[in-house]
C-alpha cells in the first residue's frame, strides 16, 4: 500500500521531488490474530484517530492549500479564488497522460468528496473516511519536468483512486472547474472508503453508515 505525490516546480512557489510513502498499517493476515487492542500496542498500532499527515515533500503545499473553500465557493466566486491556493480531495474519474520533449502532462477528471482530514487507523485497513457527497466534478491538471517514470506516474493516477489536489482554479467551463495542479497525491482503493460516514462541510451533522471492520 503506497500514496503517490507527484510535484509540479515552481506553481505554488515550492519545490519537491516525487516520492512514494508507505504508511504503517495493519494487513488483513495481521487482523486476522491481532484484533485486540492490547495486542496491537504490542506493534505500535493502537486503534486511533489522528489529524491528516502529509508527507515531508507534500507539506508545504498543505500548509499554503485553503481547505475551507470548496467546489461551490468557486463556481460561485470565481474571480475571488481564482488566485487562491486550494486543496480538494477527490476520486479519479479519467486520465489522460500526454508527453511532449521536457515534461509529462497529467490531466484528471475527478469526482469532488468532503473529507474531514482526519486518518482513522483501526482494525480495518482503510484510513481515510470520504463522504459519498461532495461538490461535483473538477479537472486537476499538472505537469513534471523529464526525467520521470511514466509507467509509475501512470499507474498512480488510474481512475478509482483517491486523490488530494493542491492548486489554483484556472478557469469554469459551465459548472465544470479547471485546476493548475501544483502538487498531488494519490492512494489506493485499499486506503480509503465512502461508505462508513456521510457528512458535508465543517459544521454540518455526520451521519455513520456503517461500523468499519
Given at each position: 500500500?503506497?500514496?503517490?505525490?507527484?510535484?509540479?516546480?515552481?506553481?505554488?512557489?515550492?519545490?519537491?521531488?516525487?516520492?512514494?510513502q508507505i504508511l504503517?498499517?495493519?494487513?488483513?493476515?495481521?487482523?486476522?490474530?491481532?484484533?485486540?487492542?492490547?495486542?496491537?500496542?504490542?506493534?505500535?498500532?493502537?486503534?486511533?484517530?489522528r489529524m491528516y499527515?502529509?508527507?515531508?515533500?507534500?507539506?508545504?503545499?498543505?500548509?499554503?492549500?485553503?481547505?475551507?473553500?470548496?467546489?461551490?465557493?468557486?463556481?460561485?466566486?470565481?474571480?475571488?479564488?481564482?488566485?487562491?491556493?486550494?486543496?480538494?480531495?477527490?476520486?479519479?474519474?479519467?486520465?489522460?497522460?500526454?508527453?511532449?520533449?521536457?515534461?509529462?502532462?497529467?490531466?484528471?477528471?475527478?469526482?469532488?468528496?468532503?473529507?474531514?482530514?482526519?486518518?482513522?487507523?483501526?482494525?480495518?485497513?482503510?484510513?481515510?473516511?470520504?463522504?459519498?457527497?461532495?461538490?461535483?466534478?473538477?479537472?486537476?491538471?499538472?505537469?513534471?519536468?523529464?526525467?520521470?517514470?511514466?509507467?509509475?506516474?501512470?499507474?498512480?493516477?488510474?481512475?478509482?483512486?483517491?486523490?488530494?489536489?493542491?492548486?489554483?482554479?484556472?478557469?469554469?467551463?459551465?459548472?465544470?472547474i479547471h485546476m493548475?495542479?501544483?502538487?498531488?497525491?494519490?492512494?489506493?482503493?485499499?486506503?480509503?472508503?465512502?461508505?462508513?460516514?456521510?457528512?458535508?462541510?465543517?459544521?454540518?451533522?455526520?451521519?455513520?453508515?456503517?461500523?468499519?471492520?
Amino acid at each position: 500500500m503506497s500514496a503517490s505525490a507527484v510535484d509540479m516546480h515552481g506553481v505554488l512557489g515550492y519545490d519537491a521531488t516525487a516520492m512514494t510513502q508507505i504508511l504503517c498499517r495493519v494487513t488483513p493476515v495481521m487482523k486476522r490474530f491481532l484484533l485486540p487492542a492490547a495486542v496491537l500496542a504490542l506493534f505500535g498500532c493502537v486503534p486511533h484517530t489522528r489529524m491528516y499527515r502529509p508527507s515531508p515533500s507534500e507539506e508545504v503545499a498543505f500548509k499554503a492549500c485553503r481547505r475551507d473553500v470548496f467546489p461551490d465557493d468557486v463556481r460561485e466566486s470565481f474571480d475571488k479564488y481564482q488566485t487562491v491556493p486550494l486543496a480538494w480531495a477527490s476520486i479519479i474519474k479519467h486520465v489522460d497522460v500526454k508527453e511532449t520533449d521536457s515534461h509529462v502532462i497529467v490531466r484528471m477528471r475527478a469526482e469532488h468528496h468532503y473529507f474531514d482530514w482526519l486518518e482513522d487507523h483501526g482494525v480495518q485497513e482503510e484510513i481515510y473516511f470520504l463522504s459519498p457527497r461532495g461538490e461535483g466534478e473538477f479537472v486537476a491538471e499538472f505537469r513534471i519536468k523529464k526525467p520521470v517514470p511514466v509507467d509509475a506516474l501512470t499507474r498512480s493516477v488510474q481512475p478509482g483512486r483517491m486523490l488530494i489536489a493542491y492548486g489554483t482554479p484556472t478557469r469554469l467551463e459551465g459548472r465544470l472547474i479547471h485546476m493548475k495542479a501544483g502538487f498531488i497525491s494519490t492512494y489506493g482503493q485499499r486506503m480509503f472508503r465512502t461508505d462508513i460516514l456521510d457528512y458535508g462541510r465543517p459544521g454540518q451533522p455526520t451521519k455513520r453508515l456503517k461500523v468499519p471492520t
